[in-house]
């Protein structure tokens, strides 16, 4: 289907009937975009083909969520959290690139294409995950803030992986000083990125937002995200990590809020045709073609990656059940994984039959996605054979307190506004209780005399 037309109508009828019966099946949206996208593909009715018009879409709308992803984060919070996201990413990719490499080394396939293979079944979806946690409000409590940090970490990961296949393609060998010399320069470049730009961008939004009219700060405000992806694509990183990182640094703004509003519905046209454009890549044919090898990548990309992802979670520092539902969240293939292995394809760095069923076998698990994330809390119990949590130590003591207080107010937060809240309360002898779950935070309110909590 030549017509751009055409092709446009052709998209939007697909996504809207694919979101209403989603919505009427209350079933995530997401997955009524995948199956729009398989029905449409080349291995069902070849209506559509993808192209480089779709896939440029597509990409704009993983930029936009993870710019809106970063607005939940502040340069302060991820300060303190690298130590978390460096640790937690580094054992979460170790421990399933290492246990996947080697099985498929024990399977007789080359050193290069078992690495390939593995950093592909390590990666999760940003896209998804980030969405979906987004509409079940979790982006800031404990499971969804590590989830978050390990994508992050995956993202960066990008650059040293995407660097050894170019490598590998020109039929060269690389130098471990070179890919370091390149993570670590690109890693300089945006650390100083981020302190330069900080203070003049929320100046500059300022400045918008007093003389501007409401499409102006629209307009603005897309072409800093467009241009912060565009500026990391140029350093050869992922364009989702650099619209990320703009986002941590506007999400300390006062237009925080305004620009979520303003993006959100670009966000979800766009973000429904990344998801069609995952579902034209699966070959439908390949499931008859090699069942038993679509479903053992299935396996380790599912139920085998959630259960190497929890010993990560804990070595990390989250307690058991909050480690279980990281590891459930995380427990599917993403993006990432797809074009890797698309590229090693063309490269002839993979089999391509091995390739094929990972490919697969990647799209289904991101279909199945969105299910494991609404249902993690479920899921987790069952593998711990509980019907609920414990209550941890420090939510159980809030309980305590607050069920010793009668029409009191729960201050969420011990910020600078938290603390000010609970004085300007103490002084009117209201009864309430503070809860801040950034330890720093809590310590402070705690030295200050307020009846702060540490907890979530």
């Not at 499931?287 to 299935?298: D, I, K, R, T």
């Not at 000010?420 to 103490?426: G, I, N, T």
Request: charged fraction near 15%.
């Amino acid at each position: 289907m030549q017509d751009l037309f055409s092709f446009s109508l052709v998209l939007l009828v697909a996504g809207a009937i694919a979101a209403a019966s989603a919505n009427r099946l209350r079933l995530p949206t997401l997955l009524g975009y995948l199956a729009a996208g398989i029905v449409l593909g080349p291995s069902v009715t070849g209506l559509l083909k993808p192209g480089e018009s779709l896939t440029f879409l597509a990409e704009v709308g993983v930029v936009l969520l993870l710019f809106m992803v970063g607005l939940e984060f502040s340069v302060s919070s991820l300060w303190a959290t690298w130590r978390r996201v460096f640790s937690a990413g580094l054992l979460q990719m170790g421990f399933v690139g290492s246990f996947v490499g080697f099985g498929l080394l024990r399977l007789d396939v080359g050193a290069k294409a078992a690495f390939l293979l593995a950093a592909a079944a390590a990666m999760s979806s940003s896209a998804i995950a980030g969405k979906q946690l987004a509409e079940q409000g979790e982006l800031t409590v404990r499971h969804g803030r590590m989830a978050m940090a390990v994508l992050v970490f995956q993202d960066m990961a990008t650059i040293p992986v995407l660097a050894l296949l170019a490598i590998w393609a020109r039929g060269g060998q690389p130098e471990a000083t070179a890919v370091v010399a390149e993570v670590l320069g690109v890693l300089a470049l945006f650390v100083l990125a981020v302190a330069i730009s900080r203070r003049p961008l929320h100046h500059f939004m300022a400045w918008v937002a007093r003389y501007g009219s409401e499409e102006v700060f629209l307009l603005v405000a897309l072409t800093l995200v467009l241009g912060a992806a565009y500026g990391a694509h140029v350093l050869g990183v992922s364009a989702a990590l650099g619209a990320f990182l703009a986002g941590v640094v506007l999400g300390e703004s006062d237009f925080r809020h305004r620009m979520e509003d303003d993006i959100r519905p670009f966000r979800d046209v766009l973000l429904s045709l990344f998801f069609i454009t995952i579902g034209l890549q699966v070959d439908a044919g390949q499931l008859l073609a090699a069942p038993l090898s679509v479903l053992a990548w299935v396996a380790v990309l599912i139920p085998l990656k959630m259960v190497l992802n929890w010993p990560a979670m804990r070595l990390s520092g989250l307690s058991r059940p909050d480690a279980w539902r990281t590891a459930v969240i995380l427990g599917h293939g993403g993006e990432f994984g797809l074009l890797l292995i698309a590229a090693a394809l063309n490269a002839g760095l993979i089999p391509i039959a091995q390739g094929q069923a990972a490919m697969v076998a990647l799209a289904l698990s991101m279909g199945a996605a969105p299910l494991l994330i609404r249902h993690h809390e479920r899921i987790a119990r069952l593998i711990t054979r509980t019907a609920a949590h414990p209550m941890p130590p420090q939510e159980e003591d809030v309980g305590l307190r607050a069920a010793q207080l009668e029409s009191h107010v729960i201050v969420c937060g011990a910020g600078q506004l938290g603390r000010v809240v609970s004085q300007a309360l103490s002084v009117a002898e209201v009864p309430h209780v503070v809860v801040e779950s950034d330890y720093e935070a809590f310590q402070a309110a705690r030295a200050a005399g307020l009846p702060v909590y540490y907890g979530d």
